[in-house]
């Protein structure tokens, strides 16, 4: 498998050769397009000097005029009717032209051969050192008529500078290569440790320290990362508590239902023991189904996919409903219950909603002192209702009411010794009411009493 630092490097180093091919093509055109029509003209008219100048030298020193030009940095190639050709400075790298050229040449006609050399894909024309790719004119010398061939000598010209391009270009790439292998690992490195850190996660080891202090996008993703970790374990947290309360909720009734069933075998029991006896698995059976309707119920609101199904129905016929199903308990502690809801209608999912005041109306029964006051109240406001249900019941600490909606969270159970419940009550709650865009919100003071505060949007 590759890494991603070699990717990165030998991507960087394609991209390199790329761009040079596709840059050494588009300097090619621009060479054919702009260059050489231009660079042929001068070529032509330095030729017509030389011409010029050479044939008005004498005889002896012809030649010597035709050594000292090239001598300036041009190859001169100079031909007779009878194909005698000499070289006179440094070589062609081709000296094949046809006769039918060198012909015309000879009849008093100019060759021009850069601006008719072929276009070639990798080669420049301008450097391609061929005979064909040079300028011919006629000349006189004597009484006999040549024909000179004369272009730039590329190599006396630009010798020592296209040495100095070579070095230069072979430091640059070779210097590329080396600061990109650098720079690919800094920014490869903190990918590393991010590869690191979750195999640490992934066994459950979330103490992870990255120090990654860029102000990047790998910066933010460091941040990213350690409010993830931190998410991650205060989750895992959550779960490990989750089980050990939900362990704890249903061994406590399977204790009771063991130990009575041991109990039951006894053959020396009265009648009256064997009901109470009974009496007491029917209704740890009972709490047992309840926790388990109410995990299944916290379970499907986790999952948050179409749940809710909204409908408008009557607020306050909804609330005395519920009042109703639980008047046997708030008569059992003779409670008084308190009613101010208008006849309003609102949108929501009215199973779920029913579930909310149940919740909280059992809530306050529960922790409510016998002969106690619960009022439900109802505010309208233009865009949302508030409903209240208040108790003067044993109250809260404020430590208590920062955890009132936690999973199976109970309120100490020093001061409500006689209250059985779950501790999800209040969970489901808040879950329901976030799902219909509302919020929930207690009040409460010790010895005074609790307020549930649930605003829906209408």
Known sequence: ????????????????????????????????????????????????????????????????????????????????????????????????????????????????????????????????????????????????????????????????????????????????????????????????????????????????????KRKDEIGTLSTSFQKMTKSIKELDEMRQEFVSNVSHEFQSPLSSIQGFSKTLQTEKMSVEERNHYLQIIEGESKRMSSLCKQLLTLASLDKEEKVLQIKEFNLQKQIKDVIFMLEWKWREKDIAVEFDVPDITIKGDENLLHQVWSNIFTNSIKFSNDGGTIEFFVEELESSVIISISDNGIGMEKEEMERIFDRFYKVDTARARNVEGSGLGLSIVQKIVELHNGNVSVYSTKGEGTTVRVELPK
């Open 1 to 212: 498998m590759k890494s991603l630092y070699s990717r990165f490097v030998f991507m960087t180093v394609g991209i390199m050769l790329l761009s040079s091919i596709i840059g050494f093509l588009l300097t090619n055109v621009y060479y054919q397009v702009k260059l050489k029509p231009y660079n042929s003209e001068k070529i032509l008219k330095y030729a017509e000097e030389v011409k010029s100048l050479y044939e008005k030298q004498s005889e002896e020193n012809q030649e010597a005029y035709l050594h000292s030009i090239a001598k300036l940095g041009y190859e001169i190639y100079i031909v007779d009717d009878q194909k005698n050709g000499k070289r006179i400075g440094n070589a062609f790298r081709k000296t094949s032209i046809s006769d039918a050229t060198v012909h015309k040449v000879l009849q008093g006609e100019t060759f021009n051969g850069v601006s008719t050399y072929p276009t070639r894909l990798f080669i420049t024309g301008f450097f391609d050192n061929e005979l064909i790719n040079s300028v011919g004119v006629p000349v006189q010398h004597g009484d006999k008529q040549y024909a000179l061939f004369i272009r730039p000598d590329i190599q006396n010209q630009f010798g020592e500078m296209r040495i100095f391009l070579a070095v230069l270009l072979g430091f640059i790439v070779l210097l590329s290569i080396i600061f990109i292998a650098i720079a690919a690992g800094y920014i490869v490195r903190p990918i590393r440790k991010f590869t690191k850190a979750t195999q640490k996660i992934a066994s459950g080891e979330y103490k992870i320290e990255l120090d990654v």
